[in-house]
């Protein structure tokens, strides 16, 4: 079993930096993918990024501005997002998957979400 917690949303400027960070419960966390994925009001849920040991996956829209990393040790993967547009605003949601993979159904826990807002 694997619990996750989101933090770190706000509201940003249009072109300002935030850091999302996804804090995880579980021995074997290590072991798991993270990904990032965004769901804006009245859209569908989209895949944001994801990572697994060293290796990452992003989507295009953020790719050069956003930017995934881990830390084993604190059981937390970051989400630093730069550069950030209007279009990035939506609930931002953590999940962990067995293995990499940007399609959503992929993932068995998810967190709750935090929101982040981009004024332009």
């Known amino acids: 079993q694997v619990q996750l917690v989101e933090s770190g949303g706000g509201l940003v400027q249009a072109g300002g930096s935030l850091r999302l960070s996804c804090a995880a419960s579980g021995r074997t966390f290590s072991s798991y993918a993270v990904g990032w994925f965004r769901q804006a009001p009245g859209k569908e849920r989209e895949f944001v990024a994801a990572i697994r040991w060293s290796s990452t996956l992003y989507a295009d829209s953020v790719k050069g501005r956003f930017t995934i990393s881990r830390d084993n040790a604190k059981n937390t993967v970051y989400l630093q997002m730069n550069s950030l547009k209007p279009e990035d605003t939506a609930v931002y949601y953590c999940?962990?998957?067995?293995?990499?993979?940007?399609w959503g159904e992929g993932y068995t826990y998810w967190g709750q979400g935090t929101q982040v807002t981009v004024s332009s």
């Open positions: 999940a962990a998957a067995p293995r990499l993979t940007a």
